[in-house]
T-cell receptor, first 116, second 114 residues
């Protein structure tokens, strides 16, 4: 079956531009997660949705970052006024039920954002 | 706050040799532990996880890991590696309070040579 998909796969933005990154989770998955992976580092947690409710946004690095999942399926991560330090791979993951570790998080291939 | 240390940034090994990738975490409280593999241009894939019970955990592709609470370690092992095992391996931890939040190490690149 289809896995988690993300678009675009690559995005180049000029400093100061706004960007929107899309995540299509596995159909029927309740939980959705965003992670940021800087070059040479492991992924870092950004935010967690259960259905349309954003239960944890403690990892969002600044108020320029905003995530939404209005209908409990597709999610968008928006970054306003991009800065060079925002350059990273943004990973989306989904799991079938709650965020319990008993439910595996399935990861998408990521969107590589480069801010010039 | 939880943290994960993967001391080896790269581990070169010859095909069919055994390998151990090291992982240590910071907390002595109850945690959940994971190993993920990342192939180029692909998403992270779960290899195995420790939630409770037996400290020796077997995963996919012949990998296994042993949870050692006293040493706060969760090292990954494989008795005989293949060229296709060349990839980036990430250790991750989550705690009971926010178990959905995976905290990753910086990764170890396993390079299998013929």
């Amino acid at each position: 079956g289809a896995g988690v998909s993300q678009s675009p796969r690559y995005k180049v933005a000029k400093r100061g531009q706004d960007v929107a990154l899309r995540c299509d989770p596995i159909s029927g998955h309740v939980s959705l997660f965003w992670y940021q992976q800087a070059l040479g580092q492991g992924p870092e947690f950004l935010t967690y949705f259960q259905n349309e409710a954003q239960l944890d946004k403690s990892g969002l690095p600044s108020d320029r970052f905003f995530a939404e999942r209005p209908e409990g399926s597709v999610s968008t991560l928006k970054i306003q006024r991009t800065q060079q330090e925002d350059s990273a791979v943004y990973l989306c993951a989904s799991s079938s039920y709650s965020g319990s570790p008993y439910n595996e998080q399935f990861f998408g291939p990521g969107t590589r954002l480069t801010v010039l | 706050a939880q943290s994960v240390t993967q001391l080896d940034s790269q581990v070169p090994v010859f095909e069919e040799a055994p390998v151990e990738l090291r992982c240590n975490y910071s907390s002595s409280v109850s945690v959940y532990l994971f190993w993920y593999v990342q192939y180029p241009n692909q998403g992270l894939q779960l290899l195995l996880k420790y939630l409770s019970g037996s400290t020796l955990v077997k995963g996919i592709n012949g990998f296994e890991a042993e949870f050692n609470k006293s040493q706060t370690s969760f090292h990954l092992r494989k008795p005989s590696v293949h060229i296709s095992d060349t990839a980036e391996y990430f250790c991750a931890v989550s705690d009971l309070d926010s178990s959905y939040k995976l905290i990753f190490g910086s990764g170890t690149r396993l390079l299998v040579r013929p």
